[in-house]
């Protein structure tokens, strides 16, 4: 493995230690196994992505920046998600409402890390391509939220106070 992919990674081995690797390719020229520790490290990082999908769990990741079309229209957001599978999110599918600021939800603070949890909508295998959504997990809570204040509401003698919309 090329020492290289150890200092991109941020790691350092020690001797002895069992690490995962990837097989490039059989024989090189040398007739040496060539072994990636990066490809290793993505591979492992989709086959989480990959049981997630399959058990019906969310992941969180943060949104990274807006992808847009010819006339600089939003189409959706690049969302970088755990262990650095990067995904797509879709315009319809980051927010209940149409955003009105991307700023709201896009991570503009190199420092600052929003966190958000997404469900997992689509994955393309053959491209370990991963579509999300923000907009069914809060629509999730939405429900569950309305659910618990109609369980309130059940009660007899109890005062609520509103504000009337039309």
Same mark, same amino acid.
Do not use: C, F, M, R
């Given at each position: /493995?090329?020492?290289?992919?150890f200092k991109t990674l941020g790691e350092t081995p020690e001797i002895g230690?069992?690490?995962?690797?990837?097989? /490039?390719?059989?024989e090189n020229r040398q007739g040496e196994i060539v072994l990636s520790r990066i490809n290793a490290k993505k591979e492992i990082a989709w086959q989480k992505i990959l049981d997630k999908h399959k058990n019906n769990q969310t992941v969180k990741g943060v949104i990274e920046k807006p992808q847009t079309k010819e006339?600089?229209?939003i189409r959706g957001y690049t969302v970088r998600l755990e262990d650095g599978i990067h995904a797509f999110l879709?315009?319809?599918?980051?927010?209940l409402a149409v955003i009105e600021s991307v700023k709201e939800i896009l991570n503009t603070d190199?420092? /600052?890390?929003?966190?958000?949890e997404f469900k997992i909508l689509k994955l393309i295998k053959n491209y370990k391509n991963v579509l999300v959504s923000r907009k069914m997990i809060?629509?999730?809570t939405d429900s569950v939220e309305r659910t618990e204040f109609l369980e309130?509401?059940?009660e007899e003698g109890? /005062?609520?106070?509103g504000i009337i919309k039309n």
């Open positions: /493995v090329d020492t290289n992919e230690e069992i690490v995962e690797v990837y097989i /490039v390719k059989l006339k600089g229209q879709p315009e319809s599918h980051a927010d190199a420092e /600052v890390t929003n966190t958000i809060l629509q999730n309130k509401l059940k109890l /005062v609520i106070t």
